[in-house]
């Protein structure tokens, strides 16, 4: 039995999220059919974190258990040509048979991208979210800082959140801007349902100075969900990289 691991870009606008679910087009399940076509199993894919309907990746990585024979140098292609042109296969590799996407998942990183021109945009709507709001960039690069360390990320999680504990790590923290683009990176060891999605909301508040940068070191603090600012959509979001050392 093998085991490989996937590495993978996806478009996530017209799918319902990672996770397999009856009826509903998901890129789990989408990728599961691609490979047993190729290899006539029925395989469970096993990503190192499920993301939302909307949401974006640029190197998610997945694994699954196979008897299949077929190189590793051309499982990637003979995946791809079985595939949606919004997912590809970027890179197949044979792991460790203990190797788990999840579960030996060390950090992640999210990117969030906010256009900030008055007028948005046609051809990228679906990639990034629009705030014609002129934003205070440099207010939001002080207040980013105060979300590095260890903390009780409460505030910052949506309800319906199944995780026990709502303690996490932030290991970097920034944003930078390139013209109209604003956009925010987090490292971290882990994250709550819509945390990043939240933590960008309260930075747009920080941006348009309805919070003060200082203000987020009391709501991490007193940890409640109505201090922080609004859930941002999930089209301006991307899974980037996961760390696995």
């Not at 319902?16 to 998901?26: C, P, R, S, V």
């Not at 060390?106 to 679906?126: C, D, E, L």
């Not at 013209?179 to 990043?196: P, R, S």
């Not at 309805?210 to 922080?228: D, L, M, Q, S, T």
Request: proline share 2%; hydrophobic share 35%; with cysteine.
């Amino acid at each position: 039995m093998r085991n490989i691991k996937l590495t993978i870009e996806y478009d996530g606008k017209d799918f319902n999220g990672w996770q397999k679910q009856l009826n509903k087009l998901n890129i789990q399940g989408t990728i599961e059919q691609a490979i047993k076509s190729i290899t006539g199993e029925d395989v469970e894919l096993n990503a190192s974190g499920r993301t939302d309907a909307g949401v974006h990746a640029l190197g998610q990585v997945a694994n699954f258990k196979t008897n299949s024979q077929i190189p590793i140098e051309k499982f990637a292609i003979a995946i791809n040509s079985r595939l949606k042109k919004s997912i590809v296969i970027k890179k197949a590799e044979e792991v460790d048979e203990r190797f788990h996407s999840r579960l030996n998942c060390k950090r992640k990183t999210y990117r969030y991208i906010i256009n900030n021109s008055p007028y948005g945009t046609a051809i990228y709507r679906y990639l990034e979210t629009h705030i014609p709001q002129k934003l205070n960039v440099e207010k939001m690069k002080k207040a980013v800082k105060y979300f590095i360390g260890e903390h009780d990320f409460k505030a910052f999680k949506a309800s319906g959140t199944s995780s026990k504990s709502s303690v996490r790590t932030i290991y970097d923290a920034k944003i930078y801007q390139n013209g109209d683009k604003i956009y925010i990176e987090l490292t971290g060891n882990g994250f709550l349902y819509n945390m990043v999605r939240i933590i960008a909301g309260t930075l747009v508040e920080v941006g348009l100075e309805k919070i003060e940068p200082e203000k987020i070191e009391e709501i991490i603090k007193e940890g409640k969900r109505e201090n922080a600012g609004k859930t941002l959509p999930p089209n301006g979001l991307y899974l980037v990289d996961v760390k696995y050392e």
